[in-house]
């Protein structure tokens, strides 16, 4: 059984930094692609970070770009989201997913597939 767990949210200033991670299990991090998503109240879940499976090749969403790095540790089964200069509109419910056959673009816009998620965690960017 695929299950992902958040970890490392909370609430910070903004220009801060924040690293998120997804403990990862029942499945390989390195056959799926992975990727990081935000919610917000009334609004649909949006694609921040992805990575396809196997190539590793990455998309971010424009907020995302520049500041947001996401990467696996294969050997731990953990995804991660690195989250710097934040900003209050990166606030909201940021969660942890995986998908088999899709890569990262098409997770992250489309969410293409048969997608698992994580519980999710909350991060809020508040001065």
């Known amino acids: 059984q695929l299950q992902l767990m958040e970890s490392g949210g909370g609430l910070v200033q903004p220009g801060q930094s924040l690293r998120l991670s997804c403990a990862t299990s029942?499945?390989?991090?390195?056959?799926?692609?992975v990727g990081w998503f935000r919610q917000v109240p009334g609004s649909e879940r949006e694609g921040v970070a992805c990575?396809?499976?196997?190539?590793?090749?990455?998309f971010y969403s424009d907020s995302a770009l520049r500041r947001f790095t996401i990467s696996k540790d294969s050997g731990n089964a953990m995804v991660h989201l690195q989250m710097n200069n934040l900003k209050p509109e990166d606030t909201g419910i940021y969660y942890c997913?995986?998908?088999?056959?899709?890569?990262?673009?098409?997770?992250?816009?489309?969410?293409?597939?048969?997608?698992?998620w994580g519980r999710g965690i909350p991060v809020a960017v508040s001065s």
């Open positions: 997913a995986a998908e088999r056959w899709n890569y990262a673009q098409s997770l992250c816009i489309r969410k293409d597939g048969v997608i698992t």
């Open positions: 029942g499945f390989s991090v390195d056959e799926y692609s």
């Open positions: 990575m396809s499976k196997r190539n590793g090749d990455t």
